[in-house]
């Protein structure tokens, strides 16, 4: 029963957001719009967090960027047009692939290709089998084996 309880209160909890109160819009569906938009923003100084997940200051400030945007009547790519033109490509979580991000795009696979045919070349190359040994080396291993 306890256990059926926790369970049931983590699942109702939900993720677990920096997005604070005085943040959220009143209208249900700009708010809505504006965590949609802001699951694919990075914060500029936290490594993979979204800003809706990041505390930094920096994050704050984007989150409520977001939401004025969308109160001023941007679409939700206006919005993104907005931020990436102020902070870069780098605040887009997944950026494009184009220009020079298209190396950063095709550098892993690139090298999981490589990776594979060094391994497959390592492999193909099997040492040759030992020459068999004369009677004379045959003799001597004997003769040493015994004392």
């Known amino acids: 029963m306890m256990r059926a309880l926790l369970l049931s209160a983590l699942l109702l909890a939900g993720p677990a957001f920096a997005v604070?109160?005085?943040?959220?819009?009143?209208?249900?569906a700009l708010e809505a719009r504006a965590r949609d938009i802001s699951a694919g923003l990075r914060c500029p100084v936290c490594r993979n967090e979204t800003i809706d997940d990041s505390t930094a200051g920096i994050a704050r400030d984007l989150r409520l960027l977001v939401r004025e945007r969308l109160e001023a009547g941007d679409t939700d790519q206006e919005v993104v047009d907005f931020?990436?033109?102020?902070?870069?490509?780098?605040?887009?979580?997944?950026?494009?692939?184009?220009?020079?991000s298209l190396i950063l795009w095709g550098a892993g696979p690139l090298l999981l290709l490589l990776g594979a045919v060094i391994a497959g070349a390592a492999l193909r190359r099997k040492p040759a089998p030992p020459e068999p040994?004369?009677?004379?080396?045959?003799?001597?291993?004997d003769a040493l084996m015994k004392d």
């Not at 604070?20 to 249900?28: C, N, R, S, V």
């Open 83 to 100: 931020v990436v033109a102020r902070y870069g490509e780098y605040v887009l979580l997944s950026p494009p692939a184009r220009g020079s």
């Open 133 to 141: 040994l004369t009677e004379a080396e045959r003799a001597r291993l």
């Open 20 to 28: 604070q109160p005085d943040e959220i819009l009143p209208d249900p």
